[in-house]
């Protein structure tokens, strides 16, 4: 069972349309992060949230922290075929060691020219 | 500065076998977590290592260990494989204390139990 649920589970889109990932949880996160992943790779930390109500903006990408810190979602606009990938959300919670986060299962992101 | 290196990138094993993952974290950074991502489960926790020392372990069963050296580099150990432990190991080192610093993820690697 993931403590963190992402949605959609895959996201196929057209270059330039917009698109919104969202993880939610029932339980309280001290930080949450977003990750992306590609083939082959390891996940690559996109942000980092740690106060409810966040929003952070990384230029087409918009990061929100919710205000009960029990969700977050990762807005793109005008999405570019660079931007395919798995993101990943992750949350530290303040009873955890400092190195386990708690991840979702992905979200697949596949941007066609 | 280089990455986080985690050898072999690719092993095939038996059921029954064990196999050992090594991982090189960036210079500097002395805790060392490793986790589990399968298609179906994503990324699980499995321990964290700091200063040689475990500081937290997942829900992994006993066949599963690790350790960490002097140097801050660490290994995995997972023994009597069975066919559910295919998957790809990934090794990340952190700077920072607390859940708000950066994980630095290795490439990872893929381990398949025929």
């Known amino acids: 069972t993931q403590l963190l649920e992402q949605s959609p589970q895959f996201l196929s889109i057209q270059e330039g349309e917009n698109l919104t990932v969202y993880c939610n949880s029932s339980?309280?996160?001290?930080?949450l992060q977003w990750y992306r992943q590609e083939p082959g790779e390891g996940p690559v930390l996109l942000v980092t949230v740690v106060t409810g109500g966040e929003v952070k903006k990384l230029k087409r990408l918009t990061f929100q922290f919710g205000d009960a810190r029990k969700d977050s979602s990762l807005h793109i606009t005008a999405a570019q075929p660079g931007d395919t990938g798995l993101y990943l959300c992750?949350?530290?919670?303040?009873?955890?060691?400092?190195?386990?986060?708690?991840f979702g299962a992905g979200t697949q992101v596949v941007v066609t020219p | 500065k280089a990455g986080v290196t985690q050898t072999p990138r690719y092993l095939i094993k038996t059921r029954g076998q064990q196999v050992t993952l090594s991982c090189s974290p960036i210079s500097g950074h002395r805790s060392v977590s490793w986790y589990q991502q399968t298609p179906g489960q994503g990324l699980q926790f499995l321990f964290e290592?700091?200063?040689?020392?475990?500081?937290n372990k997942g829900n992994f069963p006993g066949r599963f260990s690790g350790r960490q050296f002097s140097n801050s580099r660490s290994e995995m150990n997972v023994s009597t494989l069975e066919l559910g432990d295919s998957a790809l190991y990934l090794c990340?080192?952190?700077?920072?204390?607390?859940?708000?610093?950066?994980?630095?993820f290795g490439e990872g690697s893929r381990l398949t139990v025929l």
């Open positions: 990340a080192s952190r700077r920072a204390a607390g859940n708000t610093g950066e994980l630095f």
């Open positions: 339980s309280v996160f001290s930080s």
């Open positions: 290592y700091f200063s040689e020392t475990q500081r």
């Open positions: 992750a949350g530290g919670r303040r009873d955890d060691s400092w190195g386990k986060l708690q």
